[in-house]
């Protein structure tokens, strides 16, 4: 059972910029993301993006903005058929930190508790070590991502407490290999309850 697949935003499901995303025109979709979602949203897997977005508390960015290019993300998820069920934003910046901001876990613990999900049952995929970190605080399973800076993530080595960490090029193998394993699991379901 797949109860929750939580996204890191930056660098899993758009390119992750120096600067951060200020306006829905930086915002680029990484290849195969909306393929990704979709196929999550036809497995019937509710999907939440959990972000740090500091620039908004800087004041870098405006609330409004950034709900703008979230709207414009739905938007043309929608044109192919894909849509995230919630978005779960922290616009904390570093210099005070808070429970939501990741490496915390109040961000997923809200996730969680609004799916209604297990946290052993739902995933953290993200790219950086505080999304995994933050999985961890928060009992879910978690999965890297070789995009954005998931790549130096992997080089710069993962603590031992976070393993098992599977890691995958990009969101469409890490969602690929995940309904394997849950074809996989049901299957061997299937023969217990039938033999
Ligand atoms: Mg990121």
């Not at 660098?11 to 930086?26: A, C, F, M, Q, Y």
């Not at 990704?36 to 903005?65: D, M, W, Y």
Request: a negative charge.
């Amino acid at each position: 059972m797949l109860d929750l697949v939580m996204l890191d935003r930056d660098g899993v499901i758009n390119v992750d910029l120096p600067t951060s995303v200020r306006s829905w025109k930086e915002f680029t979709f990484l290849p195969s993301v909306e393929n990704a979602i979709h196929t999550l949203n036809q497995a019937k897997i509710p999907v939440a993006i959990i972000t740090n977005q500091a620039i908004v508390g800087r004041n870098e960015l405006s609330l409004e903005e950034l709900n703008n290019i979230h709207l414009q993300m739905q938007k043309s998820l929608m044109e192919k058929g894909a849509h995230i069920d919630h978005i779960f934003f922290c616009t904390d910046t570093t210099i005070e930190p808070h429970y939501r901001r990741k490496p915390a876990p109040g961000m997923l613990l809200e996730a969680l508790k609004h799916f209604n999900a297990r946290p052993a049952h739902s995933y953290m995929i993200g790219d950086a070590l505080r999304d995994l970190e933050a999985a961890y605080y928060a009992g879910c399973q978690r999965i890297l991502v070789r995009t954005g800076k998931g790549i130096i993530t992997e080089k710069d080595g993962i603590p031992t407490f976070l393993e098992p960490l599977p890691i995958y090029d990009n969101l469409l193998t890490a969602v690929k290999a995940l309904l394997e394993k849950l074809d996989d699991f049901s299957a061997n379901a299937y023969i217990t309850e039938h033999h």
